[in-house]
DNA sequence: TTGAAAGCGCTAACAC
DNA sequence: GTGTTAGCGCTTTCAA
């Protein structure tokens, strides 16, 4: 292994000034600095991150938490668009990412803020994190600067970003309003999380303020996954008493609803009408394609890139909640109620 | 933040004993031993990842290389199941996962080997990546344990797994045979890539076992994307003549053909069989069902893991070839021909 | 504009 | 069983 060293003893010259020439500074002769920088080149010198992070104490890297197959036991829909948009965004900025996987360390050392530090990340991206993580609540009281992802968290130093749920589903509400549904079922996500809460209180909403009353029997709860629409659905039917549209939490919800309503011999988009909300790659794939509230994926890893290099840069920067709006998609899955 | 040298200050002992102690050696008293476990918990001791890499030469880490949106601009369709299947695996063995995203060094620092060992990462993982990247050469020469997925190449320590995707391909084609169709179009993927040459030389090999002959018009090339596949079928479409059976190298190109098929007014599974490559999510969700052959990606990442952490733990280990078995999967669209 | 030297937190000979 | 000490490769005062 080339080091500093090395460099300095061939240009004849001090390992501080090596130093000095690979990190910029100004104060070394023209000279000197190309001198350095040949023989930088001609060894192939690389400079190693963790003797620079011991002494410098950043580590030029984010770290990563992401939960996945949390209750699902299936992969996230959209993680890798998220990821990829955090990805470009942090990278142009000289940082790598670290993904948490080690899962030997002793208790006192799983906690959030203890890979954290022992890893010397400059900032940490959570992502599908179960609301009640016995370690969350010291993380977002710490000093370490953190954006998560779909939970309404903010702290000293952690900010956080979620799709507009509320908005979205007002959105998604007023679309089949507009097609003329009033009788409009709601198929909620897992009720523990932020965002299957907002969706929640924007169907609500988007009821009252056209003076429909809300029927709790139209409530149904799922937990994000297929199955749980699909049994939704199924309760739904076994009622007997059908409303016109369904409103499904997520697109996965949706698919699972359209399969026990077409089991059931309910032509979807034409007898009944069905809306979802990410839009993930499969909505526009199925038959018939599957209106739905688009989450912006690749924008939400940018925004959430930027917000975590604000708070990594800039220790003054107070955290922010921030929303993304969201994008109706029409598809085949919403009819105009006939008169 | 709290160093072994709290730690020994308060315990009354030397750093080295806190270092024995942590690291688990057995020559170490037992009250020892226990009063420094009790100091460690008590003050929140965690270890300095850097300055242990520093001084061990480990980082307890593997760098993980993966070009998304090489040519398509879309996400991988399997990236988290593979990965996954990694991460737990690896996970277990005390390692986390570096993905590399840092854009910002100049061209010298862009090499694989470079950056791999700026971040003194203890193995490699790649995937997606293209054949002809102009750093790989020397990568596959180097002395960093890696393994790379999908790619043919092995060197002193670097192995390589893939799935069987000649085998994949002829399993795929004994079912169109055994269903009775002996004109077969084929829609590969990406011919510069190892695993549609392996796949086409699949095709040609089952039919060659029948006595089928080749008809190049009926190889057709395309790139792995759905784009590529509606374009292969127009162009089958407007030739007039058509095979009983498409064979796709990936079920993207399937799907893609499948729609071209039905603009085409043809039904799928019905007039014409049409059989994939992958098993992607999608396969099972459209209408009607993919038949495939599946890619087994979970157990691919916990292949890769293990044969990774040989290499690592192992320097006597000789790199190996991999070739994971794939399955058929049967769905909608290949039916018997009618005689 | 340059260099000497200390120190980041840890491990590993080596000695006792 | 335990401690002393010398690094690992780098940055950063401080002096010159």
Request: glycine share 6%.
């Given at each position: 292994m080339i080091t500093i060293y090395d460099i300095a003893k061939r240009a004849g010259v001090s390992v501080t000034t090596v130093s000095r020439v690979l990190n910029g500074y100004a104060d070394v002769s023209p000279s000197t600095r190309r001198k350095v920088q040949h023989i930088v080149h001609e060894l192939g010198y690389r400079p190693n991150a963790m003797a620079r992070g011991l002494t410098t104490?950043?580590?030029m890297s984010v770290g990563v938490f992401f939960h996945d197959n949390v209750n699902t036991g299936l992969s996230h829909p959209f993680f890798l668009e998220v990821i990829n948009g955090f990805k470009e965004t942090i990278g142009a900025e000289g940082y790598d990412l670290l993904f948490f996987?080690?899962?030997?360390?002793?208790n006192e050392l799983k906690t959030f803020e203890a890979r954290a530090k022992h890893r010397n990340v400059d900032g940490l991206l959570l992502w599908a994190i179960p609301e009640d993580d016995p370690s969350l609540a010291a993380l977002v009281m710490s000093s370490i600067p953190s954006i998560i992802l779909d939970l309404d968290l903010t702290g000293p130093c952690m900010g956080n970003i979620s799709c507009d749920n509320f908005g979205g589903a007002v959105q998604a509400m007023n679309f089949l309003l507009e097609n003329g549904h009033r009788n409009i079922a709601f198929v909620s996500g897992?009720?523990?999380?932020h965002s299957a809460r907002e969706r929640l209180l924007g169907y609500q909403h988007a009821l009252q303020l056209h003076g429909i009353p809300y029927r709790p029997e139209w409530m149904l709860e799922g937990d994000y996954t297929e199955k749980s629409g699909y049994a939704a659905a199924k309760r739904l039917l076994k009622s007997?008493?059908?409303?016109?549209a369904v409103f499904c939490s997520s697109d996965m919800m949706a698919i699972g609803v359209m399969k026990a309503l077409e089991e059931g011999g309910m032509l979807v988009g034409e007898e009944l009408s069905l809306i979802g909300f990410d839009d993930i790659m499969m909505a526009s794939y199925i038959t018939p394609g599957l209106t739905t509230i688009r989450q912006k994926k690749h924008e939400m890893g940018v925004i959430a890139a930027r917000a975590l290099l604000e708070l990594i840069e800039n220790s003054d920067k107070v955290p922010e909640a921030l929303t993304m709006d969201t994008e109706l998609v029409v598809r085949g899955t919403v009819r105009p109620l006939a008169l």
């Open positions: 104490k950043r580590s996987a080690n899962d030997t360390l002793d897992l009720l523990s999380t007997g008493d059908l409303p016109t």
